[in-house]
């Protein structure tokens, strides 16, 4: 009998605890009891950064992290989050669970990590206290919450804003104090959140799709059996449903704020333009400042797009 | 057995004369080898991952931020300024010993600094102008423990890490409580002085006293006023006090030498050297504990043996009343902030109301003995027995406990300002 | 000792300089956001390493300057003077222990390759302060074991 444990930052309750916890609870009962995994969320065991470091040296056997903290094992990754990467939802959903284990599988083993499946994080929106955002001049010159990458950075710069890197749970207060005005955050994970309460006008710009990972330590993957690496292939099997339910979750959430009378504004196909024309070249200039690795990452990227369709 | 090797390990330590940070690392790393089936490598790497954190990072610079202030003129000249606009009231200068308090703690985070910094220059002053021995040493020594619940706190800062409640919020929960216990505190003070020397009221010496002491009166106002229009984060604003207070003291008053930045800078290192093992092996056995549902199974025994919110609320604040006699603030804090909260949560009170309990309990346990922060570093500073400092503070404790009762059983009073 | 005493200034000035520059750092990001309207890239990430830095040389000067807390309740179970020394000797193998265990914690964190991201620095270099904390801890209280006089000399640095 063999217990993995698995870590994550998801709260239990959410769609990714829980599909976590189903993933467990399918390999248990086909294993019969053989294989279990012991599903640590609700950021028990510390952020994604330190989960991911666990990860790699084996101290936890599986993490399932976001894209964000995916840097620490190369800069490159970022590439992950410029927007509008994907053209369609299709093609971005095909490229994460038909490719992405050529494209970054070699990057995760080389830090020690076998990826199991692609995890959706959702689409993401733009959080404002004041007014939403209908083209992105509305950002110039405001202080905009980004995560710590290097592509949110340079698409802030692009937008004329001031991005302010920050983590998920420093947002909240951010907002609060005016400490930045707007926010780009998962929209899924936002308003689970609360962070509508705060920043109620939500623009959905739909402006990045990126994709995390569930991977589990080589360390512990060596010591098991063949049968039992056979059984952890439920995480692959059902990683496109999860994918599915947080994208229709998502979508579900939004609709039930907007009811409730939150200003949830739907950009029509000329806002959609504007927004896609300020990233025009934006990916290709990060590529180049992060150097041949990346570029090399975005190839096999745009091969797997055409490889996809749109 | 194993518990039991653990016991020994641990009292032959104390007898070899080992120090907290040595005996902390040992016992981490035997929980992670022996319990949790782990390497000594894993108290390397927490000790590592706990200190990779922004928020830790304001603790450093509020502490060189109030070691700057104390040692320089802004201390000086905010008293100066308290007592020309109160000491000619009856019973005015122990009114103007708790303000000069509450004043300071506004830009300082702890306590003994706030004590220091007010109690050097009033506790001469209060008995020259014969206030009694015992309430001059019982004002400077109980007010200085407003450091901690005025913002900013670097108890509160601690708390906000190991329960990931918001430090703004927190700090913002934190200011009718610190200034209705000031008000408390500065009446009791003045009544009960009624009688002693006054001073004459003079609007010159005031408009003086206010125009010299306005760079350190703005202090406050910048760094609150800084955090709450979004201009900096509280972790920013640690170092916006800093850098405020180097330039004041450097371009106002020129009596800031490079040597002060240096020495105030190298035992702020000191200290946070004894300080960060003793967060970081907490936080390691903090997720050793998660890990095995400690929190989880405190809560449902909590649950269990109180059946309603007030008589959990007056345990709770029984139990921390006695563990602060104890173990400082800080340990306090780190070793229950988690654990409460769980059994909190159960009974819908917010972390924000939690923490600010928790820190006015703390705060009387600066002043009880055994191990009493303040009551040290009194005795300490104004060579008075142990024994006399804890009996001069009696009054003021039973005064904080009711301010703490209130905090208790009235929500709103740390809601308010969050809605 | 002379050589305990110089090692010892050397990591205050260290200490010292960590600080101010995390100070500018912070402030410098601050300047920079609400004025120029652009945030200093990376100057949190490198905030918190420089005080880390300074942290861990603080844990070491401490041990110097044994400021440490240490509880003296049970000092009367074993009241002879040369506990103290066999203390410091225990102490001194003991960080020893911790500063081995640090140093397979850096070399781990090497062959991981692991970085500190936004500014996309290689961090074991960094790290190896934690060994060196450690080390120089046992170093001295291993000198303390040798020459009690140099602890109460040097607890007045
Ligand atoms: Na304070
Ligand atoms: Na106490």
Redesign the pocket.
């Known amino acids: 009998e063999t217990t993995l444990r698995a870590a994550t930052v998801a709260p239990m309750n959410s769609p990714w605890g829980q599909w976590a916890q189903s993933v467990a609870d399918q390999i248990a009962e086909k294993s019969g009891g053989e294989l279990k995994i012991e599903v640590i969320g609700d950021a028990q065991l510390g952020d994604e950064q330190t989960i991911l470091r666990q990860g790699m040296k084996g101290r936890v056997d599986i993490v399932m992290v976001s894209n964000i903290p995916l840097s620490l094992i190369g800069q490159e990754v970022d590439v992950f989050s410029t927007p509008y990467l994907f053209d369609t939802v299709e093609q971005g959903t095909c490229v994460a669970y038909n490719h992405m284990s050529d494209i970054l599988g070699p990057n995760l083993l080389e830090a020690g990590l076998v990826p199991l499946t692609w995890m959706e994080i959702g689409h993401y929106v733009t959080f404002s206290k004041e007014a939403p955002a209908l083209t992105p001049d509305a950002l110039s010159g405001k202080k905009l919450r980004v995560a710590a990458t290097t592509s949110d950075e340079a698409f802030a710069r692009r937008l004329g804003a001031v991005g302010v890197p920050m983590g998920t749970s420093d947002t909240i207060p951010a907002l609060q104090t005016g400490n930045v005005e707007s926010a780009f955050l998962p929209g899924l994970f936002g308003i689970a959140i609360g962070t509508h309460k705060v920043a109620p006008h939500i623009t959905v710009s739909d402006h990045a799709r990126p994709i995390g990972t569930v991977a589990i330590s080589e360390r512990s993957y060596k010591k098991l059996s063949d049968q039992e690496k056979e059984w952890l292939k439920v995480f692959e099997e059902t990683g496109p449903a999860m994918s599915a339910t947080i994208l229709g979750t998502q979508e579900a959430l939004l609709k039930k704020v907007e009811g409730a009378g939150l200003p949830v504004v739907r950009l029509n196909d000329e806002q959609i333009a504007a927004w896609k024309a300020s990233s025009e070249g934006l990916r290709e200039e990060l590529v180049e400042q992060l150097g041949p690795k990346a570029v090399s990452l975005l190839e096999k990227i745009e091969t797997a797009k055409a490889d996809c369709g749109s | 057995m194993e518990a039991t090797l653990l016991l020994g390990t641990v009292l032959l330590m104390l007898v070899l004369r080992q120090n907290v940070v040595l005996i902390l690392l040992v016992v981490t790393a035997y929980i992670q080898v022996v319990w949790s089936g782990g390497t000594v490598l894993y108290v390397l790497e927490d000790l590592w991952s706990s200190m990779d954190n922004h928020v830790l990072l304001a603790i450093p610079m509020y502490i060189i931020a109030g070691k700057l202030m104390a040692r320089g003129s802004i201390a000086r000249d905010l008293i100066a300024m308290v007592r020309a606009a109160t000491d000619w009231m009856p019973g005015g200068l122990g009114m103007a010993t708790v303000l000069s308090c509450a004043l300071f703690a506004a830009v300082s985070g702890s306590s003994a600094a706030t004590l220091l910094a007010v109690g050097v220059v009033m506790y001469p002053a209060l008995k020259e102008s014969g206030y009694s021995e015992k309430f001059s040493i019982g004002a400077v020594t109980s007010a200085g423990t407003l450091g901690i619940l005025i913002p900013p706190s670097i108890p509160l800062i601690i708390y906000g890490i190991v329960t990931e409640t918001s430090v703004a919020d927190l700090f913002l929960a934190g200011i009718i409580p610190g200034l209705l216990l000031t008000a408390i505190l500065a009446a009791y003070s003045m009544v009960t002085n009624l009688g002693n020397e006054r001073g004459v009221f003079s609007l010159v010496r005031l408009l003086t006293a206010i125009r010299k002491g306005i760079f350190a009166l703005m202090t406050p106002v910048i760094l609150l006023g800084g955090i709450y229009s979004g201009y900096f984060s509280p972790t920013e604003a640690a170092a916006v006090a800093v850098g405020y207070a180097i330039l004041v003291e450097l371009l106002v008053y020129r009596e800031l030498s490079a040597k002060d930045f240096f020495d105030e800078a190298v035992s702020t290192a000191v200290m946070l050297g004894t300080l960060f093992p003793i967060v970081a092996v907490a936080l390691s056995l903090k997720s050793v504990l998660a890990i095995e549902g400690v929190p989880g199974d405190f809560a449902d025994w909590i649950q269990a043996t109180f059946d309603n919110k007030w008589t959990f609320l007056l345990a709770l604040n029984v139990a921390l009343l006695l563990i ?5 603030v800080i340990s306090a804090v780190l070793l229950l902030g988690p654990v409460m909260l769980a059994a909190a949560t159960h009974f819908g009170v917010s972390p924000i109301q939690l923490g600010i309990i928790m820190i006015i309990n703390l705060e ?10 303040n ?1 040290l570093v009194a005795s300490g500073a104004f060579k008075k027995r142990f024994a006399e400092v804890s009996l001069s503070v009696i009054p003021f404790i039973v005064l904080m406990i009711a301010m703490l009762l209130m905090v208790t059983f009235i929500p709103e009073l740390t809601q308010f300002l969050l809605d | 000792m002379k050589i305990l005493r110089l090692l010892m200034q050397t990591e205050a000035i260290v200490a010292a300089l960590a600080y101010a520059a995390t100070t500018l750092l912070l402030l410098a990001d601050v300047f920079s956001r609400e004025f120029l309207s652009r945030s200093l890239w990376g100057a949190q990430q490198s905030a918190i390493l420089l005080s880390i830095l300074a942290g861990m040389i603080g844990l070491t000067l401490a041990t110097g300057r044994q400021a440490h807390f240490r509880p003296e309740f049970a000092d009367g179970i074993l009241a002879f003077s040369w506990v103290d020394r066999l203390g410091d000797l225990i102490s001194a193998i003991l960080f020893a222990g911790f500063a081995y265990f640090a140093v397979e914690f850096v070399v781990e964190s090497r062959n991981f390759s692991d970085r500190v991201p936004v500014i996309n620095l290689t961090l074991w270099p960094v790290q190896i302060v934690v060994p060196y904390a450690m080390a120089s801890s046992a170093i001295k209280h291993f000198v303390f074991a040798l020459n009690p006089a140099a602890k109460e000399q040097l607890g007045r640095t």
């Open positions: 602060g006699c104890l173990i400082d009387i346990g600066l002043l009880t003995p055994p191990i009493g922060l009551l």
